[in-house]
């Protein structure tokens, strides 16, 4: 069955440094998201792209933050200085269209430790 | 009003006993409701999904209800298995929109 992809599983980054989160979606996929799940405490949307452009950001994606298809099969999370609190599991997901009930499919999250 | 509030927090369950989780919502413009299971070191997966349309929906053994004026829905599995043991999420959103609001987790336990 094919799957969503992250790398790296766990990034360890100093403070203030840029950070970019990989992943790989599931090929015939068209829409993609990132969310983030602080330890211990729900997951929460970040941002959702579509046709090369952002469809849909929550408050927490803020200039900070910066979202890439650099070629046909990665979509990119960067961080540009990152903070302690950007310290979370980040989600990435995938799906095949737009729209209440198409199923939404999640890769296994890169750690992000901000030390 | 995007807020999704789940419980218990966590949850242990004899083996073949019912599993129970509840969530409730406030905005009434959320018409899709699905439950997502996740494993340790894993991403959250899709077990099943309801539409506001229906009361109930049944896959083999978990069952969402869906209490539309007390804006409320839940999850029960039946004859729970140690395999079980999870945190289970539930989330909403709304149609034209694609992001899902998550609630806070529950997580399960099934004792052998």
């Known amino acids: 069955e094919p799957e969503v992809t992250q790398t790296p599983s766990h990034q360890v980054t100093q403070m203030g440094q840029e950070v970019i989160l990989r992943c790989v979606p599931i090929?015939?996929?068209?829409?993609f998201y990132w969310y983030r799940q602080i330890l211990g405490q729900k997951v929460e949307f970040l941002v959702s792209f579509y046709n090369n452009e952002i469809s849909e950001k929550s408050e927490i994606f803020d200039d900070q933050f910066s979202v890439e298809r650099p070629d046909g099969s990665n979509f990119t999370l960067k961080i540009r200085s990152t903070k302690l609190e950007d310290s979370a599991m980040y989600f990435c997901?995938?799906?095949?269209?737009?729209?209440?009930?198409?199923?939404?499919?999640f890769g296994d999250g890169t750690r992000l430790s901000i030390l | 009003q995007q807020q999704v509030k789940q419980s218990p927090q966590s949850l242990i369950v004899q083996k073949g006993g019912i599993s129970i989780i509840n969530c409730a919502y406030e905005n009434t413009a959320f018409d899709y409701f699905p439950w997502y299971q996740q494993f340790p070191g894993k991403g959250p997966a899709l077990l099943i999904a309801i539409r506001p349309d229906v009361s109930e929906k049944k896959e083999g053994r978990f069952t969402i209800s869906f209490n539309k004026s007390a804006k409320q829905f839940s999850l029960h599995i039946m004859d729970s298995q140690p395999g079980d043991s999870a945190t289970y999420f539930c989330?909403?959103?709304?149609?034209?929109?694609?992001?899902?609001?998550f609630g806070t987790g529950t997580r399960l336990t099934v004792i052998p």
């Open positions: 090929s015939n996929h068209l829409y």
């Open positions: 989330a909403a959103s709304i149609t034209g929109a694609n992001n899902l609001f």
């Open positions: 997901a995938s799906s095949e269209a737009k729209g209440v009930g198409q199923p939404q499919h």
